[in-house]
């Protein structure tokens, strides 16, 4: 008879080098110490870039990481605002992870914006759509400081309510997040805005983790990582959780943004750079009535710019984010 040892020790599933799931359920993230998944604390001033940053608790299980430009103090300007969702297949990363943390520093000093960097749960602990749900909530939590009086609740943060431009708000995900931000942009349609008083202005896609029907996409890894993480009835391209032109997908004519900026990597191992080109003709398709670009980065991999951000193609990229941003 196998006894808890047994079941601790053995594992059941490998994904690649991402991670290994045992018979007892848990879960062994297989994080590479020198690639930039390693925790960091917040800094309350930046070295390189002068930005601050600061955690927060916004529900019981959700909380993130907030970004402010330098200069701030003593301004009344309001500036844009971004919510970020960190990527890894919905089952890796953190807004924590010292990737993001240098990341958002150079993307928050260019874009002179406040950033919301947000820590959900992950897959397959948790059903991927208590994921949406938790990207929702510190969504609806960030959109709660747009009322007028200077503060109703205990849980608003002073960063976002004095120095805010809720005209200006956008959504952006890599790869896992970019699935959350499509997720998002369409539940933002169904309901009319995140609330009564704000709208979702931009969303960006970053090497979105998207799928469509291809030839050998079976045999890539983001699917069959899917394939794990989901529920059964969601185990498949037939699914709109993955792949937005899906039969029964809702129309993209739904999507509640006005502008869409769609970045692909040419030599993106996981997310083939073909999706990009489906996904803007289904959106054209669909009748949606705002602005869309898509950008196509020659000769990088998936999400180059979070990995090497000094680069000169990494920082054109953050400058095209910027200007996004900040409505230019």
């Known amino acids: 008879m196998a006894n808890s040892n047994d079941n601790n020790n053995e594992v059941v599933t490998q994904m690649d080098c991402w991670y290994r799931i045992y018979k007892n359920g848990r879960v062994e993230r297989l994080y590479d110490t020198n690639n930039l ?21 916004i529900s019981p299980h959700v909380s993130a990481r907030l970004y ?28 924590f992870f010292n990737a993001y943390q240098r990341y958002l520093n150079v993307l928050v000093s260019e874009s002179n914006a406040i950033a919301i960097s947000v820590e959900y749960r992950l897959a397959p602990e948790h059903d991927v759509t208590t994921i949406y749900e938790d990207s929702w909530t510190a969504l609806q939590w960030v959109a709660s400081h747009a009322n007028e009086k200077k503060f109703t609740s205990g849980n608003e943060d002073p960063w976002i309510k004095n120095y805010g431009d809720f005209s200006k708000l956008s959504i952006i995900g890599d790869s896992a997040g970019g699935n959350i931000v499509y997720h998002m942009a369409m539940r933002a349609g169904r309901e009319s805005g995140i609330n009564e008083k704000v709208a979702i202005n931009g969303s960006i896609f970053v090497c979105p983790y998207l799928l469509v029907p291809l030839e050998n996409i079976e045999q890539n890894v983001s699917y069959k990582n899917w394939i794990i993480i989901s ?7 037939h699914s709109p959780m993955i792949n937005p032109l899906a039969e029964n997908a809702p ?36 009748g949606w009535k705002g602005d869309l670009e898509l950008i196509e980065v020659e000769d990088e991999g998936h999400c180059f710019q979070l990995a090497n951000p000094e680069t000169e193609k990494s920082q054109d990229l953050i400058k095209r984010f910027a200007a996004f941003i900040q409505l230019k």
């Not at 739904?254 to 073909?274: H, N, T, V, W």
Request: aromatic share 6%.
């Open 231 to 237: 529920s059964p009835s969601e185990a498949g391209l």
């Open 251 to 286: 129309s993209l004519s739904q999507l509640g943004c006005s502008r869409m900026l769609l970045c692909f990597a040419e030599k993106d191992e996981y997310i083939p750079k073909e999706i990009g080109v489906r996904l803007v003709e289904g959106v054209k398709k669909s």
């Open 37 to 57: 998944l390693t925790y960091v604390p917040p800094s309350l001033e930046d070295p390189q870039t002068g930005v601050s940053s600061k955690d927060v608790t």
């Open 68 to 95: 402010l430009p330098k200069n701030t103090n003593n301004s009344t300007q309001k500036l844009p605002i971004f919510v970020y969702y960190h990527g890894g297949a919905l089952v890796l990363g953190s807004a």
